[in-house]
């Protein structure tokens, strides 16, 4: 099963560059194989990411989402201390996200629709 994922910054701060982008997709992916899944594209701006993953039926999307946006904070938090200065009162990620199951739609397009986003530098 594949679902595209969307992470939006708390309050939409502009908080990502291009080696927070490239942290978070390494931290992702080891998140993923925790959980027998595997971030198969992610990209982002400067104040949110896109992430498409497959996944195996017995994950709960919601558990998989908890832990990416936990553990993602919590070491992006301890290796960037530039990057902390701009949380929101601790948090990085707003409560909320947006998932979308991608049965009906082609692998690809949404592959390419992540890979279109503008990377900060």
């Given at each position: 099963m594949h679902v595209h994922l969307v992470f939006v910054t708390k309050y939409?701060?502009?908080?990502f560059d291009g080696d927070a982008i490239n942290r978070l997709r390494a931290i992702f992916t080891k998140t993923c194989a925790g959980f027998e899944a595997r971030?198969?594209?992610?990209d982002g701006e400067d104040d949110h990411v896109?992430?498409?993953v497959e996944y195996p039926p017995k994950v709960a999307v919601s558990n998989l989402v908890n832990s990416l946006k936990g553990v993602s904070s919590r070491l992006l938090r301890k290796e960037?201390?530039?990057i902390r200065?701009?949380?929101w009162?601790?948090?990085l990620w707003s409560p909320s996200y947006f998932a979308s199951s991608c049965s009906g739609a082609p692998i690809a397009i949404v592959r390419q629709y992540i890979e279109q986003q503008r990377t900060p530098n």
């Open positions: 939409r701060r502009k908080v971030l198969v594209e992610m896109h992430l498409l960037r201390p530039d200065k701009r949380y009162k601790g948090a």
